[in-house]
């Protein structure tokens, strides 16, 4: 069964410092991990895919990265707006189509 | 860019009534998915289709059912609606046809759901 683990559960930041959230995650053959970024009562917004170890992705001021057993999403000098639950997800094929999710980090930014 | 559809938005029910959602899919996406979230909880997979046809079930109530028709939309029918129901609900849709976007599954705004 797919796991995925997600640390810290709740972070605080004041704007423009600089932080690193945690994805781990156990599947029994990888085929994406993804990120989402979710506001209150609102839907998953698609952030990034990494498909395999060593892979990078970059978005304005997000960065995610990819180990064989887990994934980094770094936010650099983050402001207000970034405020949001980030939510890290894993896709192992295998017959089951939908993702696997963690519980997320919920990520405020104080001015 | 167009995203994907959900109505209603919002919907009150009873217990033990019934409630329909739909949802409908990017355009050019082939396969759509159902998920529910709880207060405070993750997203867990209800059910897929693929090409008007089901794909794979998850941790769907028996009480629960959905569709996909010909021009892709898809609706989650549900019954004998119980308090525990509440939910937000999310469809999402993703295409096989673009392999740099293999596996991407792009979210719905969600309906939320009330069983009073």
């Known amino acids: 069964e797919d796991q995925v683990t997600q640390s810290p559960e709740a972070l605080r930041l004041q704007e423009g410092e600089s932080s690193s959230l945690n994805c781990s995650y156990t599947?029994?053959?990888?085929?994406?991990l993804f990120w989402y970024r979710q506001d209150p009562g609102k839907g998953p917004e698609f952030l990034f895919t990494?498909?395999?170890a060593g892979e990078e992705k970059e978005k304005e001021r997000l960065k995610a990265t990819l180990t064989k057993k887990e994934s980094f999403l770094h936010i650099t000098a983050p402001k207000p707006e970034d405020s949001a639950t980030y939510l890290c997800?894993?896709?192992?094929?295998?017959?089951?189509?939908?993702?696997?999710f963690g519980k997320g980090t919920h990520l405020i930014i104080q001015p | 860019a167009a995203g994907v559809i959900q109505s209603p938005r919002h919907l009150i029910k009873e217990k033990r009534e019934t409630a329909t959602l739909k949802c409908y899919p990017i355009?050019?996406?082939?396969?759509v998915y159902w998920y529910q979230q709880g207060p405070g909880q993750d997203p867990q997979f209800l059910i897929s289709?693929?090409?008007?046809?089901?794909?794979d079930k998850g941790s769907i109530p028996d009480r629960f059912s959905a569709q996909q028709f010909s021009d892709y939309h898809s609706e989650l029918n549900m019954s004998s609606l119980e308090l525990g129901d509440s939910a937000l609900y999310f469809c999402?849709?993703?295409?096989?046809?673009?392999?740099?976007?293999?596996?991407?599954?792009?979210f719905g705004p969600g309906t939320r759901l009330t069983v009073t």
């Open positions: 289709f693929y090409e008007k046809m089901q794909s």
């Open positions: 355009p050019r996406h082939d396969t």
């Open positions: 599947v029994s053959g990888l085929r994406g």
């Open positions: 999402a849709s993703s295409t096989s046809r673009d392999p740099t976007a293999s596996y991407e599954q792009y």
């Open positions: 990494l498909y395999s």
């Open positions: 997800a894993v896709y192992s094929g295998g017959g089951a189509d939908g993702l696997t």
